[in-house]
């Protein structure tokens, strides 16, 4: 058998054609008569690689938005145009009302309040701001659902005449006044905010006894102050009162034995060892009384320093009517005037104004300013899906710095 010299020939590998005739925008086809590659067995081999078109991408559907139906319909006909969902629900939350304001553990009975006059709980109206929850707002019926449900009204805020409130809003109720999609925010009336206002202390605290036993004011939990006794032990654990009051201890002892314990044999002189153990004790006692009043002075002092930094004045909306109040008389329900430059001394909700922004960096941690955007655009928004949900805060926070313009949460 002769023997083979020719090289071993590494196996030709299949030809791959592009196939660009969906790029000629008036479809002509371009007919290649090498488009179709065949094997070196005469099989054809299909290679071609299809190049999608600029139509072709535009026409790409976003899953969460659309479905595309390719079934055919009963008649027979091919559906393939995109077919939007619509819902009267918003889009992009997946949390119901009952989880959006479920409570959390351990704080169950913020949310159950006996003869409660209005639509929500305390722990229901925490669950917008702790933390911002969209889900929670819209769960609400967004701010005309606030409004009807804490029994205020957006422009004339809290009446003055309010005392107890007769019947009672279910919750139900409140959020079928806010499934109306909002029309444009309608601001107040600057003629109406100009009118004579209601001085602090003019029957403004008065009344509202059912909003109050139902939310409580807008006080902080008041620290308890340490006690004498207890500054007194916080005193005594300074190391060098221990080391004395050991030393004490110990010559007192030492005292008292050879004073009365110890024999002594034609020695008539009085035996006073003991006083000096006593001498130190005298001291460690004088030093830790002085020390704990004095403590205790500097910390009434600071205590009266700090309700006075805290008690300051803001303008909110009474009867229609702007009134100075003590930043403890806001009560759940009041519309607040925000200025450039406020402190807001409150949670709530931004109710209108222009280009509001704030610096929130104090209590969250933001470093960025955060623009507001009015409670009714958002509940629009999210229902029409005009914009990024995560773009939309209709929530003013407490701590909060107003940097511009005015606003009414």
């Given amino acids: 058998m002769p023997r083979n010299n020719s090289p071993l020939r590494r196996p030709r590998a299949p030809t791959i054609t592009l196939d660009t005739s969906a790029v000629n925008e008036q479809g002509d086809e371009l007919h290649n008569t090498s488009s179709t590659p065949s094997s070196d067995n005469g099989d054809e ?4 690689l299809s190049v999608p078109t600029r139509k072709s991408r535009s026409q790409s559907w976003d ?13 027979g006909t091919d559906k393939g145009s995109p077919t939007v969902q619509h819902s009267d629900a918003p889009k992009g939350y997946g949390l119901n009302p009952d989880d959006a304001l479920a409570p959390n553990p351990g704080e169950e009975a913020s949310f159950h309040v006996d003869n409660n006059p209005f639509a929500f709980t305390p722990g229901q109206v925490s669950k917008l701001i702790n ?23 957006r422009r004339a805020g809290l009446s003055l005449d309010e005392s107890r409130l007769d019947g009672a809003v279910s919750f139900d109720e409140a959020v079928a006044a806010g499934k109306k999609l909002p029309s444009s925010s309608e601001p ?34 008041e620290r308890k102050s340490l006690s004498l006794l207890q500054l007194a032990w916080i005193a005594m654990k300074d190391k060098v009162l221990i080391l004395l009051s050991v030393a004490a201890v110990i010559s007192l002892a030492l005292g008292l034995y050879q004073t009365f314990g110890a024999t002594h044999h034609g020695d008539d002189t009085a035996k006073l060892e003991w006083v000096e153990g006593v001498a130190i004790i005298v001291a460690i006692t004088i030093v830790v009384v002085v020390g704990s009043i004095n403590d205790w ?28 109040l003590s930043v403890h008389e806001i009560l759940v329900g009041d519309v607040m005037l925000l200025e450039q430059g406020d402190i807001i001394p409150v949670d709530g909700v931004f109710i209108d104004g222009h280009n509001v922004s704030c610096d929130e960096s104090s209590a969250t941690g933001e470093s960025d300013l955060i623009k507001k955007v009015p409670a009714d655009v958002v509940m629009k928004a999210l229902f029409e899906e005009e914009v990024n ?17 005015t606003a009414r949460p």
């Fill in 131 to 153: 933390p911002k929850s969209l889900d929670a707002f819209v769960a609400v019926g967004g701010l005309v659902g606030l409004e009807k449900g804490l029994r205020t009204d």
């Fill in 297 to 324: 002075q500097k910390e009434r002092q600071f205590r009266k320093l700090n309700q006075k930094k805290e008690d300051r004045v803001v303008k909110v909306i009474r009867s229609g009517k702007p009134a100075n």
């Fill in 188 to 221: 107040v009336p600057t003629d109406s905010l100009q009118q004579e206002a209601v001085q602090h202390g003019d029957s403004a605290g008065k009344g509202f006894d059912d909003r109050k036993r139902v939310f409580g004011l807008n006080l902080l939990p």
């Fill in 45 to 48: 081999v299909n290679n071609t």
């Fill in 389 to 405: 949900p995560k773009k939309l805060d209709p929530f003013i926070i407490s701590g909060a710095r107003v940097l511009d313009v």
């Fill in 63 to 75: 899953s969460n938005n659309t479905t595309l139906a390719k079934s055919k319909t009963n008649d």
